[in-house]
T-cell receptor, first 113, second 113 residues
Framework: DSGVTQTPKHLITATGQRVTLRCSPR?????VYWYQQSLDQGLQFLIQ???????AKGNILERFSAQQFPDLHSELNLSSLELGDSALYFC????????????FGPGTRLLVL | GQSLEQPSEVTAVEGAIVQINCTYQ??????LSWYQQHDGGAPTFLSY????GLEETGRFSSFLSRSDSYGYLLLQELQMKDSASYFC??????????????FGKGTKLSVIP
């Protein structure tokens, strides 16, 4: 158990819909990262938040957005969903002093029909 | 940009030694990480090399040559439970005091009796 929690575990929705994925980092970690993992693309970095502020952006679509709240939990919002958005979405957290070590949550499996 | 190359699949016998190679091209290299992911599970951190040389952690060792933009993960005394996907990831600077991990597509290791 990494100490990172993610909900829900599974999500099935239709094209055009909007969903919200939630993540709580390990106790004490201020950084939260979101990744998308699909069969053909591997693990793709989407976005990083540090103590409530956006810190780095990766391959995140404009239809996707995220935020980190004062209690440090984070939410990833996916809108206007397309079939190709079906993937595993992972959240990870790290401490400021050991950013190279990221602890991953169990992931949310999203299926868009 | 950053790109990483690692073999897509490797098969090895229980009790043997296997080496998984990773070559990378990147601007602003800070280190090479290795993560393990079992089917249906989350990536878990294995090791990190910021400097040239070998780092050993139990049955696993990781090597880095910055001049060759090359690293490898060495797994000794293979066990059936080592069957998993192994990802190398380059740690690069993404600005504002933040570092971003770019993952390779992963090597699926199958350990056979």
């Amino acid at each position: 158990d990494s100490g990172v929690t993610q909900t829900p575990k599974h999500l099935i929705t239709a094209t055009g819909q909007r969903v919200t994925l939630r993540c709580s980092p390990r106790s004490g970690d201020l950084s939260v990262y979101w990744y998308q993992q699909s069969l053909d693309q591997g693990l793709q970095f989407l976005i990083q938040y540090y103590n409530g502020e956006e810190r780095a952006k990766g391959n995140i679509l404009e239809r996707f957005s995220a935020q980190q709240f004062p209690d440090l939990h984070s939410e990833l919002n996916l809108s206007s969903l397309e079939l190709g958005d079906s993937a595993l979405y992972f959240c990870a957290s790290s401490s400021e002093s050991s950013q190279e070590t990221q602890y991953f949550g169990p992931g949310t499996r999203l299926l868009v029909l | 940009g950053q790109s990483l190359e690692q073999p897509s699949e490797v098969t090895a016998v229980e009790g043997a030694i296997v080496q998984i190679n990773c070559t990378y091209q990147t601007s602003g290299f800070y280190g090479l990480s290795w993560y393990q992911q079992h089917d249906g599970g989350a990536p878990t951190f294995l090791s990190y090399n910021a400097l040239d040389g070998l780092e050993e952690t139990g049955r696993f060792s990781s090597f880095l040559s910055r001049s060759d933009s090359y690293g490898y993960l060495l797994l000794q005394e293979l066990q059936m439970k080592d069957s998993a996907s192994y990802f190398c990831a380059v740690r690069g600077y993404s600005g504002a005091g933040s570092y971003q991990l770019t993952f390779g597509k992963g090597t699926k290791l199958s350990v056979i009796p």
